[in-house]
């Protein structure tokens, strides 16, 4: 089974640490560069983590800032585990850059908070409504058979390696009522996918609410996931028409945090969301 862990976000936080050490003499990227031998865009690529720094070049920069034992022996650990590839890696063909990083981001996260206005979230899934969603999608006739099982398969990975495992990740969802209703294959699919929703609502790290129909939204963005971590920012995944994003930024990250505390507070609490989800099962049993 596929574990926990991102060499993507060790990687940053051998960036982010390095750049710390960097701050902390008063050097400048120039001055560090200088110093190595190195242009200045190496130091800048390594510190933002858009490439990975070699074993010598780690070295280099540890004997250039004086760290000491036992900072020494977790940065050299930490640019070994960036070194690994994740278990999503190998589908990196068939699905986009962007859900990639998006997996190896949320793989070392602790808590989610995710917002859904039109479809069931994808750790929430079931196999069969994986499929809808992506049937119904109009590039599924662009993409070969093989690549839509792809997309299954690491989506049920996802809920293994995240919701299922000794260390699960925190997930609060708030859906609004029309998920529930909004059709991604035949009615059984439906039932089957809502009776799945009661099911993983009763993991004691899953919180489910539902905003009612009649509520108007109290915030007007499309869905969005909040993933916190324990020793790096908080971060938020957009999804839009052309793909999702990444906002780093911490101030336009907590008006998200503070727009979910908004939806939290509009929505129905888990006894009524679970009682809703009852009542639309016997919608789709017509």
């Not at 986009?96 to 069931?120: C, F, M, S």
Request: net charge negative; glycine share 4%; proline share 5%.
């Amino acid at each position: 089974m596929p574990q926990r862990g991102s060499p993507a976000l060790r990687r940053r936080r051998l960036g982010l640490e390095l750049r710390r050490l960097r701050e902390s003499l008063d050097l400048t990227g120039d001055e560090v560069s200088s110093r190595l031998e190195w242009s200045t865009a190496k130091v800048s690529r390594i510190e933002t983590a858009r490439t990975l720094a070699k074993e010598a070049d780690v070295e280099a920069l540890i004997e250039l800032y004086g760290v000491d034992e036992p900072l020494r022996g977790i940065l050299v650990a930490l640019r070994h585990d960036a070194a690994r590839k994740g278990w999503w890696e190998r589908y990196r063909n068939s699905v986009p850059d962007e859900y990639i990083t998006l997996i190896g981001t949320e793989a070392e996260a602790t808590k989610a908070r995710n917002w859904e206005p039109q479809i069931v979230p994808g750790l929430l899934q079931t196999e069969d409504y994986v499929l809808g969603v992506l049937h119904a999608s109009q590039d599924a006739s662009r993409l070969p058979p093989s690549w839509i099982q792809d997309r299954v398969e690491i989506r049920m990975a996802r809920q293994r390696t995240l919701l299922h495992v000794p260390d699960p990740l925190a997930h609060v969802s708030v859906l609004h009522e029309s998920v529930l209703k909004n059709q991604y294959g035949d009615a059984r699919v439906m039932r089957d996918q809502l009776v799945h929703l009661i099911e993983v609502s009763e993991l004691e790290h899953v919180e489910m609410r539902i905003l009612p129909q009649d509520v108007p939204p109290p915030v007007s963005t499309g869905a969005f996931l909040h993933l916190e971590f324990s020793d790096f920012p908080d971060v938020v995944y957009e999804e839009s028409l052309r793909g999702g994003q990444f906002v780093e930024d911490a101030e336009i990250v907590y008006t998200y945090e503070r727009a979910f505390g908004h939806l939290v507070e509009c929505a129905l609490d888990e006894v009524a969301s679970q009682e809703l989800i009852k009542k639309t099962i016997k919608y789709w049993n017509r």
